[in-house]
């Protein structure tokens, strides 16, 4: 069995997860307070757990397992939720690795 990652530890005791990557704060509140549907993509796969870090070679892109929450809604290059559910536009299309 391995180890459960750091998000599988807390995920069934929360709604919701909210990270950025140098968002300006009013963002973040515009899309908590309902005011702006969030629409952005992950811009890089989100390991399962650390085996799958340690494992991964760092000069092969997309070569690991990704992380799958409950709903199984997999965290990989380009996948994104917005509040009407997982986005599949145009920019998926163009970026998502099959």
């Known amino acids: 069995m391995t180890n459960p990652t750091i998000v599988g530890e807390f995920e069934q005791y929360v709604d919701g997860i909210i990270t950025d990557f ?12 309902g005011n702006v549907n969030p629409s952005g993509l992950l811009p ?4 399962a757990n650390m085996e799958t870090v340690e494992a991964q ?23 994104g939720l917005d509040f009407n559910g997982v986005i599949n536009d145009s ?5 998502k690795i099959k």
């Open 57 to 79: 070679c760092e000069d092969v892109p997309h070569d690991m397992k990704c992380y799958e929450d409950e709903l199984g809604n997999v965290y990989k290059f380009a996948y």
């Open 22 to 33: 140098g968002a300006q704060t009013q963002a973040i509140m515009d899309i908590i307070s």
């Open 44 to 47: 890089f796969n989100m390991p």
């Open 91 to 95: 920019r998926v299309a163009k970026y």
